[in-house]
């Protein structure tokens, strides 16, 4: 297949969802985000469907928007990125099934116990967050 083959349906993906260029704003934020949603729900049981090639293109274009938009400060952790996402949706330990027990919960924000992949996977689902958000840098 020739470049000149792959432009016009490289066309019509880029003119549906913008990505040769940052997100523009909330609005197209919404649409990647409903696009990857659509692609996960469709064929996620697939991790090998060549959409997912695309699914990362858009993916990374979420990444710059959401480190540009909403900023973690420098000096915060992974414990108290969690604590501010739990105040923010006015949340206690024991709401938080995905960690595990209350007093894991606790262990966790008081920074004595890391998240595991398996709840740091669950939590950047439930509060729409990279993952990266909840890990030590």
Known sequence: MSVTELLAP???INAALGLSAPVRD???YAELLAFVDECF?????DD??????????V???IREYESRVYPWPK??????????LMQQHGLRQSDLPEIGAQSVVSDVLAGKRALNLRQTKALAK??????ESLIED
């Open 41 to 45: 729900e469709r064929f996620g049981a």
């Open 75 to 84: 000096s915060s952790t992974p414990a108290s990125r969690l604590a501010f």
């Open 26 to 28: 909330a609005a197209h």
């Open 48 to 57: 090998k469907h060549p959409v997912f090639a695309l699914v990362s293109l």
């Open 126 to 131: 439930r509060f729409s967050v990279p993952m």
């Open 59 to 61: 993916a990374d274009r």
């Open 10 to 12: 490289w066309a019509a």
